[in-house]
């Protein structure tokens, strides 16, 4: 890698490795391109193998440190030898930079990175994208990160921290002296159409941006080699993330191992029209403590089916201002025994502001969806509740316990109670999980609004 890293790159240039080779050591080239002539790193040549970078155990296989308008594509990135400490297959850094804008991480194959255990600002991820420094604040704009399949990484897949994060809604979740600058987001993030799988640790997790989109991404086992707690798909101290059109499965234990998290500072989260499946821990985390508060959370129209230990839980801090709606739930060899856990040891003063609406909940098991430690700011209505024990049942007005004719696609059987039953919700997003739009008047419960199916 010598070579590649001692030549200064500009606007237009090219650094292309051939197909079916193999390169050592860490790729840290030097330079920046332009809006209009983007600074490109690739592959050439016709060999059906991708040209190969092998980190070897350096810290970064690659490293692209204070630059901009960039494209990195179609490249393996592995980075396996002398593991348990940092490694990175790829991390994007930014020091003391200012802006930097028109980043894009396309179509990698990025596997066999074998990092440490820590949630750190260097490390360890497939691809880690990082804001350090103190002296100027920094940020990426029009960073994507799309079409790249990521596997058998520890310990995270997609990973953002920056010091420059500090901001009363974050409290002291996270250390004010080792992340001390004012809040400056990144913007115009996209983590899209990505494949994560066998991740010891999270699949991708946001910090420190607004107005991010994280879609059609699919995220197959994570939390499976780590003792810390990981989810699927997660922001801290975000605003305005939108989270949709993702499969998140296989969570593999219940610390925490839920698909969805929106975490401390969490501000105006939107989860919808995600396929959430067989998580051991759960679907839903709302995570706030030590000062922090998770704000304006909405989840709605998404399907869930064998998740696990709780369906949602919160934490300790304040949850504020949530709206859980016309989400499908179906469980029948995972039975979670709790419908919402509260990890709260005084219920009755906790600020947790949640409303539960137009949901449909099926159970074709025994036990389970109790509520633990229920705070008063939890209100249910015009929820089904089928096949679940009836001692455990919250008030829910102008719900049923009748069976929905939820099928096994998520759609409803003719005939359905569930039809044109649910509260009208302003702001609905306009269609169901399926792409049916949405009615001016009462919905029907659940996902689905189409007609009923045989």
């Given at each position: 890698?010598?070579q590649?890293?001692?030549?200064?790159?500009?606007?237009?240039?090219?650094?292309?490795?051939?197909?079916?080779?193999?390169?050592?050591?860490?790729?840290?080239?030097?330079?920046?391109g332009?809006?209009d002539?983007?600074?490109?790193?690739?592959d050439?040549?016709?060999?059906?193998?991708?040209?190969?970078?092998?980190?070897?155990?350096?810290?970064?296989?690659?490293?692209?440190a204070?630059?901009?308008?960039?494209?990195l594509?179609?490249?393996?990135?592995?980075?396996?030898?002398?593991?348990?400490?940092?490694?990175?297959?790829?991390?994007?850094r930014?020091?003391?930079?200012?802006t930097?804008?028109?980043?894009?991480?396309?179509g990698?194959?990025?596997?066999d990175?074998?990092?440490?255990?820590?949630?750190?600002?260097?490390?360890?991820?497939?691809?880690?994208?990082?804001v350090?420094?103190?002296?100027?604040?920094?940020?990426?704009?029009?960073?994507e990160?799309?079409?790249?399949?990521?596997?058998?990484?520890?310990?995270?897949g997609?990973?953002?921290?920056?010091?420059?994060?500090?901001r009363?809604?974050?409290?002291?979740?996270?250390?004010?002296?080792?992340?001390?600058g004012?809040?400056?987001?990144?913007?115009?993030?996209?983590?899209?159409?990505?494949?994560?799988?066998?991740?010891?640790?999270?699949?991708?997790?946001?910090?420190?941006?607004?107005?991010?989109?994280?879609?059609?991404?699919?995220?197959?086992?994570?939390?499976?080699r780590?003792?810390?707690?990981?989810?699927?798909?997660?922001?801290?101290?975000?605003d305005?993330?939108?989270?949709?059109?993702?499969?998140?499965?296989?969570g593999?234990?219940?610390?925490?191992?839920?698909s969805?998290d929106?975490?401390?500072?969490?501000?105006n989260?939107?989860?919808?029209?995600n396929?959430?499946?067989?998580?051991?821990?759960?679907f839903?985390l709302l995570?706030?403590?030590?000062?922090?508060?998770?704000?304006?959370?909405?989840v709605?129209?998404?399907?869930?089916?064998n998740?696990?230990?709780?369906?949602?839980?919160?934490?300790?801090?304040?949850?504020?201002?949530?709206?859980?709606?016309?989400?499908?739930?179906?469980?029948?060899?995972?039975?979670?025994?709790?419908?919402?856990?509260?990890?709260?040891?005084?219920?009755?003063?906790?600020?947790?502001?949640?409303t539960?609406?137009n949901?449909?909940?099926?159970?074709?098991?025994q036990?389970?969806?109790?509520?633990?430690?229920?705070?008063?700011?939890?209100?249910?209505?015009?929820n089904?509740?089928?096949?679940?024990?009836?001692?455990?049942?919250?008030a829910n007005p102008?719900?049923s316990?009748?069976?929905?004719g939820?099928?096994d696609?998520?759609?409803?059987?003719?005939?359905?109670?569930?039809?044109a039953?649910?509260?009208h919700v302003a702001?609905?997003?306009g269609?169901?999980?399926?792409?049916?739009?949405?009615?001016?008047?009462?919905?029907?419960?659940?996902?689905?609004?189409?007609?009923?199916?045989?």
């Amino acid at each position: 890698m010598a070579q590649a890293n001692a030549h200064p790159y500009g606007p237009g240039d090219r650094l292309l490795f051939h197909r079916g080779s193999t390169c050592t050591g860490t790729l840290a080239p030097k330079g920046e391109g332009a809006a209009d002539a983007p600074f490109t790193i690739a592959d050439y040549g016709s060999a059906a193998a991708r040209a190969r970078l092998d980190g070897a155990g350096a810290h970064d296989t690659v490293l692209l440190a204070d630059t901009q308008y960039v494209r990195l594509s179609a490249l393996e990135i592995v980075n396996a030898a002398r593991p348990g400490s940092e490694r990175n297959g790829v991390r994007l850094r930014l020091t003391d930079y200012g802006t930097a804008r028109g980043i894009a991480v396309t179509g990698l194959y990025v596997h066999d990175v074998r990092g440490g255990d820590a949630k750190t600002l260097t490390g360890s991820s497939g691809i880690h994208v990082a804001v350090e420094g103190t002296a100027r604040s920094s940020r990426y704009d029009g960073l994507e990160i799309a079409g790249n399949r990521i596997e058998d990484v520890d310990r995270e897949g997609v990973y953002f921290k920056s010091t420059w994060s500090r901001r009363a809604l974050v409290g002291n979740q996270q250390d004010p002296h080792t992340y001390p600058g004012a809040w400056t987001p990144s913007t115009r993030v996209r983590v899209h159409h990505n494949t994560l799988r066998s991740l010891a640790g999270d699949g991708i997790k946001l910090d420190t941006t607004a107005g991010a989109v994280v879609e059609h991404n699919r995220v197959d086992g994570f939390q499976l080699r780590s003792p810390s707690a990981n989810a699927g798909v997660w922001t801290f101290n975000t605003d305005d993330t939108l989270v949709q059109y993702n499969e998140v499965s296989g969570g593999g234990n219940t610390h925490d191992g839920m698909s969805f998290d929106a975490d401390g500072a969490s501000r105006n989260t939107v989860f919808q029209y995600n396929n959430s499946h067989d998580n051991k821990g759960g679907f839903l985390l709302l995570c706030p403590y030590s000062g922090a508060k998770t704000v304006g959370t909405t989840v709605r129209y998404n399907i869930s089916r064998n998740d696990g230990a709780r369906l949602i839980q919160n934490c300790a801090g304040p949850v504020l201002d949530t709206r859980i709606y016309n989400n499908s739930f179906l469980n029948t060899d995972r039975i979670p025994a709790y419908l919402v856990q509260d990890d709260t040891a005084s219920p009755t003063t906790t600020d947790h502001r949640l409303t539960v609406r137009n949901n449909i909940f099926v159970s074709r098991g025994q036990g389970g969806y109790a509520l633990k430690n229920p705070t008063p700011g939890l209100r249910f209505d015009h929820n089904v509740f089928h096949g679940l024990p009836p001692a455990h049942l919250p008030a829910n007005p102008g719900g049923s316990t009748a069976d929905p004719g939820l099928r096994d696609d998520f759609r409803l059987t003719a005939g359905s109670p569930a039809h044109a039953a649910g509260r009208h919700v302003a702001d609905n997003g306009g269609r169901d999980y399926f792409g049916t739009p949405l009615p001016a008047g009462a919905p029907t419960i659940g996902a689905y609004e189409g007609p009923g199916t045989g």
